[in-house]
């Protein structure tokens, strides 16, 4: 019911723009998050927003250069992402909860959803 998209191969600096597409429901209630998951490390959320975009958390590791947006019109999620580094390099995760434990960077709860994961790569 989640969908992340919009991963690829870039060089250190460039920016991309993951969405996260929602079907099935209106996710216009739930917190929406980004998490991800390099090779060898555990998951780690990366921002979270509420739902109605008034609210956002971010990881230290990415404030000032990734931005959580969505478009409840369009039952989705972005992640706006510049200034890339290769250690931004990992599969990235879309995630959406009523509750608001994505605002406190944690995963959601057991009634939460995860979505498939789209690969982003930074060369140095």
């Known amino acids: 019911q989640l969908q992340a998209y919009g991963g690829g191969l870039v060089q250190a600096g460039d920016s991309l723009r993951l969405s996260c597409a929602a079907s099935g429901r209106t996710f216009s209630s739930y917190v929406m998050g980004w998490f991800r998951q390099a090779p060898g490390k555990e998951r780690e959320a990366v921002a979270a927003?509420?739902?109605?975009?008034?609210?956002?958390s971010y990881a230290d590791s990415v404030k000032g250069r990734f931005t959580i947006s969505r478009d409840n019109a369009k039952n989705t999620a972005y992640l706006q992402m510049n200034n890339l580094k290769p250690e931004d390099t990992a599969v990235y995760y879309c995630?959406?909860?009523?509750?608001?434990?994505?605002?406190?960077?944690?995963?959601?709860?057991?009634?939460?959803?995860w979505g498939q994961g789209t690969q982003v790569t930074v060369s140095s």
């Open positions: 995630a959406a909860d009523k509750s608001t434990r994505l605002l406190s960077l944690l995963p959601p709860s057991e009634l939460g959803y």
């Open positions: 927003i509420t739902w109605r975009g008034s609210s956002t």
